[in-house]
Structure formats: structure tokens, C-alpha cells
């Protein structure tokens, strides 16, 4: 491992995860453990060698709103995720230390939307999230930037019990192979005629198996992902559940946890990880489900921005077989094509030419077909007058720009289930 204050280039080489986190323990370490390794960047961050924050370069803003999300019983205005993007909007979380996203916490609790106890909750809940991808790495570069601390700890914790805590989770994410593979994997109801189906049961799962991963599906749910996937394993199991690999750029994660080429070695590496575990606690004291699509429900997306890149950004945002969405740039063509369309969710920008969001969103309630499809006002505007005009105008809900993969997902699955 390279040691400085400084970054320095170093050849990929073989890693062992826990023996670089005991070295770092031992030597009562202050600092950032960077690791590369298949174009991830892994930054673990240690006070008097014990880890206090863990965050890793695939959408870090998306990862932060996610958790906070979850917390219980924090309900924050979408106002306050609009401004902690805000604090995010640098794409090198690397600019700060410890890093931008740390830095957003401290602006959470200086502002009263959190405790410093909510905070050191969350931020266990985001270190644990990306140990546990951490520890399967088997191959990269690594290097330790030392750093004195001079910033609030909100919570620390030795390293053994911390990564003990992840490789228990790994094993019982390794317990659902080979049905489950990852996290980030999609389920999507493929056999709606299966006789284990219930009328019931196909409602339920038709409403939620709408292009999202188990971890998008926990948030939605408001369940852990573990729970969550043990409860449609046995659906999995019969074919009734099948599941689509990652969306990009989380297919690079799913490789670390296993694919249908890797199990064996999936396994191994649990294994070791367990093995290394107790040696250092001691020295210190199948096939995939056929992925033929029986039915699957594709729900229509209006989006009408003058902006062709709002338009390209939310169009790969809910990218999927689940999704089509129809993008509308002229506003003044917007409501026959709407009525064409027949979408089942709209979503409008405010300020366009021609005809604002504001009107053609009243245009479209006064007709028969839109009176209870949802109408969701997007717009960079966050004030109370904005949102009292939208909700005069008929909105069912209002979001913020610039938003992120989770918000826009959140606000899409929640109005489309209340929908059906």
C-alpha cells in the first residue's frame, strides 16, 4: 500500500480487503484509503485507526438521498433534497476531506433537518452499503493519504466488528444464489399465469415490479433489501419473478458480487472472507430463471421540457423495459399529443415558451381523459408561491431541479402504484 500525502500512480496488483483495513488499525492510521479497482474508487476513512466513513464513486449523491430516505423516523420536504444536491453539485467528491458527501451531512445537521445521532445512523448505514462490495475486491490499486482530523465524527468503529457485520450480510445475499445474484439486479413479473399466482398476489407484484432493482425496491417498499428479496426468492425460484442484470454503471458492482459465470468464485471469496475474519480476530483477541417475457406491464411517460437535455437525462433515468418515455419539446403541440399518447404519468416543466407548464397543466385536467392521470410539475423554481400555482393549475406533485435516478424514481413508482 503506498503511504503519503499525495497521490501517486501504482500498479494494479493483487488486494486482500481485510489486510489492508488490519494495517491501517494497527498503525492507528488518520486518513483516506483510496482503492481503484475496475474503474471504482473506493475512499475508506480512518481517525486512531478506526473507519468513521466509506463511500464509493457509483452515484454517491443517489446512494446519500437513498439512505436518508430510509432513515425512520426523518421525513424531510423534497425542498431539503433539492438543496442537498446543492451542496453535491461537483462531480470529484474527492475536491473536500473527508469528502463532499461528509461535508453534506454536517450542512444537514447545521440547517436542523438532522441530529448528530441521525447522522452517525447514517452514516454506518452508508459505510456498511459499500464494504460489502469493498471486501470482494480481489485486484486493483491502493494508497492511504494521511490527514489529521479536524472535523466532527459522528461515528467510528473498529474495523473487525464493522466488516463482521457486512460479510454476515454478503453470506445471506450468497444464501439466495443462484436465483439472486445482486442487489442491483431487476425483477420484473414473468409468468403471470403460473398456477402458484394468486389474483392477489399478481395485483401486488404488477404494481411494484416496475424496472426497479432490489435496492431501489426497499426504498419504495420501505423494507430492507434483504427482506425484500428473500420474499420474492421463492417466486424467483418457480419462474413466476424473473430478473434483468444491472442497469450500467452498477453492472460493474455486480461483477464483485457474483454472476452467474462467477458463483464458485462468489463463494470462495465469502469463505475467505470469513476465514481471514477469524484469523484476525484471533491474532487481535444454478441456473438463472429463463428471462422470456410472459406479460409485463410498460408504462407511458409524457415528459414535456424545452430542453432537450433535461428531456435525454430523464429519459436514461427510468431507461428500461418497464418504461417508454415520450419526450416533448414543443408545448405548443404538447396537448394533442398528450391525448395520442394517452400516457400514465406526465410530467411538465414550468417555464417553457409558447404555453408554461402552469396552463397546460389546467389544459389537460379540463380534459375527460387527464382528470386523475398523475401531473407532475418539474421545475427549478422552490418557492411556495410556485408550488401553490402548481397545485392551483391541477398537479397532482411538484419536483425540483436538478433531481437524481432515486428522487425521479421515487416520484414516478409512488404516483403510478397510487395510480392503479
Known amino acids: 500500500m503506498n503511504q503519503g500525502s499525495s497521490s501517486v500512480a501504482e500498479t494494479e496488483r493483487t488486494l486482500n480487503p481485510i489486510k489492508l483495513l488490519e494495517q491501517?488499525?494497527?498503525?492507528?492510521?488518520?486518513?483516506?484509503?483510496?482503492?481503484?479497482?475496475?474503474?471504482?474508487?473506493?475512499?475508506?476513512?480512518?481517525?486512531?485507526?478506526?473507519?468513521?466513513y466509506a463511500n464509493h464513486s457509483l452515484e454517491p449523491v443517489e446512494r446519500l438521498e437513498q439512505h436518508?430516505?430510509?432513515?425512520?423516523?426523518?421525513?424531510?420536504?423534497?425542498?431539503?433534497?433539492?438543496?442537498?444536491?446543492?451542496?453535491?453539485?461537483?462531480?470529484?467528491?474527492?475536491?473536500?476531506?473527508?469528502?463532499?458527501?461528509?461535508?453534506?451531512?454536517?450542512?444537514?445537521?447545521?440547517?436542523?433537518?438532522?441530529?448528530?445521532?441521525?447522522?452517525?445512523?447514517?452514516?454506518?448505514?452508508?459505510?456498511?452499503?459499500?464494504?460489502?462490495?469493498?471486501?470482494?475486491?480481489?485486484?486493483?490499486?491502493?494508497?492511504?493519504?494521511?490527514?489529521?482530523?479536524?472535523?466532527?465524527?459522528?461515528?467510528?468503529?473498529n474495523f473487525l466488528f464493522v466488516t463482521k457485520e457486512c460479510q454476515t450480510e454478503l453470506q445471506a445475499w450468497q444464501a439466495l444464489q443462484?436465483?439472486?445474484?445482486?442487489?442491483?439486479?431487476?425483477?420484473?413479473?414473468?409468468?403471470?399465469?403460473?398456477?402458484?399466482?394468486?389474483?392477489?398476489?399478481?395485483?401486488?407484484?404488477?404494481?411494484?415490479?416496475?424496472?426497479?432493482?432490489?435496492?431501489?425496491?426497499?426504498?419504495?417498499?420501505?423494507?430492507?433489501?434483504?427482506?425484500v428479496a428473500n420474499n420474492l426468492h421463492r417466486l424467483i425460484n418457480n419462474r413466476i419473478v424473473g430478473l434483468r442484470p444491472p442497469q450500467p454503471p452498477f453492472d460493474r458492482l455486480h461483477k464483485l458480487y457474483g454472476s452467474g459465470v462467477d458463483n464458485d468464485r462468489f463463494s470462495e471469496k465469502t469463505q475467505t472472507?470469513?476465514?481471514?475474519?477469524?484469523?484476525?480476530?484471533?491474532?487481535?483477541?444454478?441456473?438463472?430463471?429463463?428471462e422470456d417475457l410472459t406479460d409485463v406491464t410498460t408504462y407511458k411517460i409524457a415528459c414535456v421540457d424545452d430542453s432537450p437535455t433535461i428531456l435525454r437525462e430523464i429519459n436514461r433515468f427510468l431507461d428500461g423495459d418497464s418504461f417508454k418515455v415520450f419526450p416533448i419539446v414543443d408545448s405548443g403541440t404538447a396537448l394533442m399529443k398528450i391525448i395520442r399518447i394517452n400516457p400514465d404519468i406526465i410530467l411538465l416543466d414550468v417555464g417553457m415558451p409558447t404555453i408554461d407548464g402552469y396552463k397546460l397543466c389546467s389544459m389537460l385536467r379540463k380534459h375527460p381523459a387527464f382528470k386523475k392521470t398523475p401531473i407532475v410539475m418539474v421545475t427549478g423554481n422552490t418557492g411556495i408561491i410556485d408550488r401553490a400555482k402548481a397545485k392551483m393549475a391541477g398537479s397532482t406533485d411538484y419536483m425540483t431541479k436538478p433531481f437524481t435516478q432515486a428522487g425521479l424514481i421515487e416520484m414516478v413508482s409512488r404516483h403510478l402504484m397510487e395510480d392503479r
Open 273 to 290: 472472507i470469513t476465514e481471514t475474519l477469524n484469523a484476525v480476530s484471533d491474532k487481535a483477541g444454478g441456473s438463472q430463471p429463463s
Open 24 to 52: 491501517l488499525a494497527t498503525s492507528q492510521a488518520k486518513g483516506c484509503l483510496r482503492i481503484v479497482a475496475n474503474e471504482i474508487t473506493w475512499l475508506l476513512y480512518f481517525h486512531e485507526g478506526k473507519l468513521f
Open 178 to 227: 443462484p436465483a439472486i445474484l445482486s442487489p442491483y439486479q431487476r425483477p420484473y413479473l414473468m409468468n403471470v399465469e403460473h398456477p402458484l399466482l394468486t389474483p392477489d398476489v399478481k395485483t401486488k407484484l404488477s404494481k411494484i415490479l416496475i424496472g426497479f432493482s432490489f435496492r431501489q425496491l426497499s426504498l419504495l417498499l420501505k423494507q430492507e433489501e434483504l427482506t
Open 68 to 157: 436518508l430516505r430510509r432513515l425512520s423516523p426523518v421525513v424531510l420536504a423534497n425542498q431539503v433534497y433539492t438543496e442537498l444536491r446543492e451542496q453535491l453539485k461537483e462531480a470529484n467528491l474527492e475536491a473536500t476531506y473527508p469528502s463532499l458527501d461528509y461535508q453534506a451531512i454536517r450542512w444537514l445537521i447545521a440547517q436542523g433537518h438532522i441530529t448528530e445521532q441521525t447522522a452517525g445512523t447514517l452514516v454506518k448505514s452508508v459505510t456498511k452499503e459499500v464494504l460489502q462490495s469493498y471486501l470482494l475486491i480481489t485486484s486493483g490499486t491502493s494508497e492511504l493519504v494521511s490527514r489529521d482530523t479536524a472535523f466532527p465524527i459522528w461515528w467510528s468503529g
